[in-house]
């Protein structure tokens, strides 16, 4: 076998992916739900990247006068028990979640490729990089990360890497049951024994081929570090109060309830909304690079 003829045989995957891609695209598109998805998914990001523009008010802005104000034209939301605009810190905390949600996805898929690969390609390596990974994810996740921002103390950053420690073990678990799968394939044992370098076989061959299920996961664990974020802010863990979050506005509206339930009201479908329209992205996404998923709805259409 020669060795120009073992890229393509590594790609074939992905090969079949493109050449059907245009079908599978049309078959996504004719999903309502992922495409409600993905509009959330970009207002969300549309609502991130104009926030400055968006927001009427300082979201720090303080104004006793008009504290505790229902929603007018003045205040879309009404306004805190500052007199802060709810308005304003809703569309800086999309921000905010947008960035951590992002970050933590590329933490962690930065950690579980690493693992994942290093655990699936080197046999050595398998049974203490999993046992590690095993016992991260023996806790419940908001419990670790809760721990973690305990003794790390409260920022953007610290959230960040907290929820990434959280959901790197997801990831290398997938990864590597994808390498364990892949490493077994003749184009695979074929470089090998024509002498190639590890890394280069890693890139080339296997990475590749472990991609589709990992990309999917990564709008579900977006989802999940929106909603940890929250979580974590909501009890006082999270980013600093002054920072403007979901979880941190949420958090100060629970104690005007009754009098002013806005403060909670608006920070939550905002969570709500997001997170639903990361899930609904997610699942159309899954069905467009799952070829299996795909022949199923295929089938389905034909009959």
């Excluded at 207002?43 to 009427?56: D, Q």
């Excluded at 996805?105 to 930065?110: E, K, R």
């Excluded at 992205?281 to 069905?287: P, V, W």
Aim: hydrophobic share 55%; with cysteine.
């Amino acid at each position: 076998m020669a060795v120009g003829t073992l890229a393509p045989a590594a790609t074939v995957g992905l090969v079949a992916t493109g050449s059907a891609g245009g079908p599978a695209l049309r078959a996504l598109l004719r999903r309502r739900t992922a495409v409600l998805g993905a509009l959330i998914v970009a207002v969300n990001l549309a609502v991130a990247v104009g926030a400055p523009a968006l927001a009427r008010w300082d979201p720090q802005y303080l104004d006793v006068r008009v504290r505790l104000a229902a929603p007018t034209a003045t205040h879309w939301m009404g306004t805190d028990h500052f007199g802060r605009d709810v308005w304003s810190r809703v569309v800086y905390g999309a921000r905010l979640s947008m960035i951590v949600g992002a970050s933590v996805v590329g933490l962690s898929f930065t950690g579980g490729l690493l693992v994942g690969l290093s655990a699936g390609y080197y046999r050595r390596l398998d049974n203490p990089l999993m046992r590690i990974m095993d016992g991260l994810m023996a806790f419940p996740g908001i419990i670790l990360a809760i721990a973690l921002m305990a003794s790390l103390g409260p920022s953007v950053l610290n959230v960040i890497f907290a929820l990434g420690i959280v959901y790197v073990p997801r990831v290398a678990r997938i990864v590597r049951g994808s390498v364990l799968v892949v490493r077994e394939t003749p184009y695979v044992e074929a470089a090998r024994a024509l002498g190639g370098l590890d890394l280069r076989i890693l890139g080339r061959h296997v990475l590749p081929n472990c991609l589709s299920p990992v990309i999917v996961q990564g709008t579900f664990i977006f989802a999940a570090a929106v909603l940890g974020e929250a979580a974590l802010s909501f009890l006082g863990v999270g980013v600093p109060p002054q920072i403007p979050s979901w979880g941190n506005v949420l958090a100060e509206g629970r104690l005007y309830l009754q009098q002013a339930p806005w403060l909670t009201l608006f920070p939550g479908a905002a969570i709500m909304a997001g997170i639903l329209g990361l899930n609904l992205f997610g699942d159309g996404l899954r069905d467009l690079l799952d070829p299996k998923l795909r022949g199923v709805h295929g089938a389905g259409r034909e009959a």
